[in-house]
């Protein structure tokens, strides 16, 4: 009794040990390899950059000017109150160079004043477009559109994100694939293909698992871009690919 207990244990830990999760025991082959994408618009950023540049001359400009009516003022009230002093004592005559060089005083003070204000508003607006700038740069886009060329199919990014998943095409397990897309950003369609290829593994709950690997970009559309594989083999879960449009 106790050497067919055995067997039929010996023959039930085989039969375990054995067990292929995709083939023997009918486990289901996961395959959900992406790309992670991230869109910098480097036109209106450096649009924008060359306008905060330009704001930050005007803004020195100001501050020369306001630095000068500053000086002017302190020149012209010393002379007032040299003429207010000879008024005071008599000198009555110097009247009207005070009154002359008091409207002028009071005239470079609007200025100095309409300047301070100015250079206020243009650093506010620098400070604004540097937000939008900052935003920019972390890639917050929202994609309009998004087709996998290879079979038709519209991918849905309803978000605006800093960073968009793009999965790719099964293929051959083993072989080179490539996986296409049309992209709608504004009014704007880009085109960029990623080549790969797949392999299979099993984790420790013994799942089949089809990764992608040596990814690259084979063709685009966009101005320029930028691939960023935390391995040399490229894995395609841990890659990021950083386009410029």
Not at 59 to 66: A, D, E, F, P, Y
């Amino acid at each position: 009794m106790i050497n067919r207990f055995l067997i039929i244990l010996t023959v039930w830990v085989l039969i375990a040990v054995g067990c292929d999760p995709c083939a023997d025991c009918g486990e289901p082959l996961v395959y959900d390899p992406t790309v992670r994408l991230v869109f910098i618009n480097q036109d209106s950023i450096s649009q924008l950059t060359d306008s905060v540049n330009k704001n930050k001359d005007s803004i020195k400009q100001l501050s020369t000017i306001k630095t000068t009516a500053v000086d002017s003022i302190r020149q012209l009230t010393d002379t007032i109150n040299a003429l207010q002093e000879l008024i005071d004592d008599g000198s009555t005559e110097y009247q009207d160079e005070l009154d002359r060089f008091t409207l002028i005083s009071d005239s470079i003070g609007v200025v100095r004043d309409s300047v301070t204000s100015y250079s206020s508003q243009v650093t506010e607006i620098n400070k604004t477009l540097n937000a939008i700038i900052t935003v920019m740069n972390n890639g917050k886009v929202q994609l309009l559109e998004v087709i996998l060329q290879n079979n038709g199919t519209e991918l849905i990014y309803e978000d605006t994100m800093s960073a968009f998943a793009l999965p790719l095409l099964l293929g051959t397990v083993g072989a080179y694939t490539e996986s296409n897309y049309s992209i709608k950003i504004d009014q704007s369609f880009y085109e960029i293909g990623i080549g790969y290829e797949t392999y299979e593994i099993i984790n420790e709950a013994r799942l089949a698992r089809v990764r992608a690997r040596a990814t690259d970009i084979t063709h685009s559309t966009f101005d320029s871009l930028n691939v960023n594989c935390r391995t040399t083999d490229c894995i395609s879960d841990e890659t990021t690919v950083t386009v410029y449009f």
